[in-house]
T-cell receptor
């Protein structure tokens, strides 16, 4: 079975500050890992994904995440927050093989950016 | 390229009533997913189709939920009868393959059961 834990349901930062959203996963098989963003009343949009290539993954809008197998983590970071980053962020895991792309999501982290 | 379309966007019904949601995936996408997103939680997979066949429906409450994907394109998710705990956003997603391909999500249908 696979699971995802996102530490902190709410994160608040000032504009220009570092954004760090934490994600830990559990998987009995090699995982693929994803970060999605959801703006109010919209569907989910893929920010970035790890698929067993480079452990440091760069995504859209200046976000990046690092896969750390020893820590079973896939934390999302952005050096400088922008007001437009305010949204809900979801970490998700799928099986690298045999999972047919099924995603298991964390509970989400709401990011608030203050001026 | 048109995205995943869903309708209606909002639906309010009373408990024990029936409701249906429609999804039109991105053209050519063979795999279609329905997720349930309860307020404050991440999306949970209800059912996955590969073309018009079901790949995974292990978390679909089959006593009240049903889904079909005729001709391997559009899909309909139905709830009959609805319960209060079915209040959620129902998301449809599609992808052109399994595994690492990005899933493209529709805007969702927000269901309120009174």
């Amino acid at each position: 079975a696979q699971s995802v834990t996102q530490l902190g349901s709410h994160v608040s930062v000032s504009e220009g500050a570092l954004v760090l959203l934490r994600c830990n996963y559990s998987s009995s098989v090699p995982p693929y890992l994803f970060w999605y963003v959801q703006y109010p009343n919209q569907g989910l949009q893929l920010l970035l994904k790890y698929t067993s290539a480079a452990t440091l993954v760069k995504g859209i809008n200046g976000f990046e995440a690092e896969f750390k197998k020893s820590e079973t983590s896939f934390h999302l970071t952005k050096p400088s927050a922008h007001m437009s980053d305010a949204a809900e962020y979801f970490c998700a895991v799928s099986k690298a093989q045999g999972g047919y792309g099924k995603l298991t999501f964390g509970q989400g982290t709401i990011l608030t950016v203050h001026p | 390229e048109a995205g995943v379309a869903q309708s209606p966007r909002y639906k309010i019904i009373e408990k024990r009533q029936s409701v249906a949601f429609w999804c039109n995936p991105i053209s050519g996408h063979a795999t279609l997913y329905w997720y349930q997103q309860i307020l404050g939680q991440g999306p949970k997979l209800l059912i996955q189709f590969q073309n018009n066949g079901v790949v995974d429906d292990s978390q679909l409450p089959k006593d009240r939920f049903s889904a079909e994907r005729l001709k391997g394109v559009d899909s309909t998710l139905k709830i009959q009868p609805a319960k209060l705990e079915d209040s959620a956003v129902y998301l449809c997603a599609s992808t052109d393959s399994n595994g690492i391909a990005e899933q493209f999500f529709g805007p969702g249908t927000r269901l309120t059961v009174l």
